[in-house]
């Protein structure tokens, strides 16, 4: 069985998977696959976590490949605090992609806090879209991590130690600093 931790990124997901790798009947990965295109883009091993905001972009085809043989894990994070720290990434990464990509390059007197937003809307109304008809599924909060790690590891049958999974939780693993509020230049 596959289990897809679906998020916006900036909400603990490096974390999520630092803690899987204390599963030993799965493996655990973060972002394996994102430079793959074709079938080979979502060609996850059996038994495999994978965490991926980029997945929020492919989910017709995570349906197509998975559907609900799958378990899905909708991993979220206080949603000022999400912003913020995508704000202080404007300028590359995923932010970047959006801002440019998407939106192109977005209107004058847009702040990067106001596109952070706009990103997190948009990947969270996917997610929630997306698992509207997923049997196998299960929200986890950053803020709640401890307890919401363990309904996890109980409700994927995970073997290992999970008393060492726990403590990566201790650990703040890819954070960002201050908050820039100024417009896009």
Known sequence: ??????????????????????ITNYSAGHETRLRLVGTARL???ENHIEADN???WLLGRLDKTYGDSARYVHLSRERDAT????A?????GIMKAYREGL???GEAGQTCLDLAYDYLDTVEANIDLFLRNKSQKMSFRLEYARQDFTDFWNWIGALGD????LAEW???????????????T
Do not use: K, W
């Open 54 to 56: 980029r997945l929020s």
């Open 88 to 92: 202080q990434r404007a300028d590359f």
């Open 43 to 45: 060609a996850f091993p």
């Open 1 to 22: 069985m596959n289990v897809f931790i679906l998020n916006s990124g900036r909400c603990g997901s490096t974390t999520f998977i630092q803690a899987c790798r204390h």
């Open 103 to 105: 939106l192109l390059d």
């Open 170 to 184: 201790e650990t703040r693993y890819n954070a960002s600093g201050q908050i820039p509020d100024q417009p896009q």
């Open 83 to 86: 912003a913020a720290s995508f």
């Open 162 to 165: 999970l008393e060492a999974a």
